[in-house]
């Protein structure tokens, strides 16, 4: 049963407009999370992170948010440009890393 | 700072063999992590070394393992390869170890098992 599920297996947003990345995960008793954006043939590279301790992240264009009640996790990027065009995988800790199985995300023109 | 290297970048192998592929840290990093990305399972944890000892373990089978080097380099061994091993490989360095700081990834190494 996956622990982290990211329920969009792909998100088109325009240029400019804000992009909305969801993550839901199944433990309370994760404590650190984390977004990574992967392009093809790269690994993926790490975005941002918030721990449990936090509701809110920002940096730059890119924000995380969480919702512990709903066990939720978000990634906000505004305003998207065609350059944030990847897979974005979120990420939870408890010792180890589980990894969501991604969101296309493409940003248009 | 030259970035997370592996090798190799492609690899072909037959059921039954087995494979070490390599990966070299970013200078300075003294933990590596493992992964194996697939389609059907996404980005999996393998194991995590630092200073040569492994700190963390994900839920693979015996036939996984690896082993960390002085220098910090590190390989992982996959023996009597099955056909779902086919997969890209990745690992990734952090500065002062565990997986909560910033990663870097390398390529990866593209495993394919016939």
Known sequence: ?109 | KAGVTQTPRYLIKTRGQQVTLSCSPISGHRSVSWYQQTPGQGLQFLFEYFSETQRNKGNFPGRFSGRQFSNSRSEMNVSTLELGDSALYLCASTPSGGLFGTQYFGPGTRLTVL
Not at chain 1, 27 to 47: C, H, I, Q, R, V
Request: proline share 6%; aromatic share 12%; hydrophobic share 35%.
């Open chain 1, 1 to 109: 049963d996956q622990q982290v599920k990211q329920n969009s297996p792909s998100l088109s947003v325009q240029e400019g407009r804000i992009s909305i990345l969801n993550c839901d995960y199944t433990n309370s008793m994760f404590d650190y999370f984390l977004w990574y954006k992967k392009y093809p043939a790269e690994g993926p590279t790490f975005l941002i992170s918030i721990s449990s301790i936090k509701d809110k992240n920002e940096d730059g264009r890119f924000t995380v948010f969480l919702n512990k009640s709903a066990k939720h996790l978000s990634l906000h990027i505004v305003p998207s440009q065609p350059g944030d065009s990847a897979v974005y995988f979120c990420a939870v800790s408890q010792g180890n890393l589980i990894f969501g199985k991604g969101t296309k995300l493409s940003v248009k023109p």
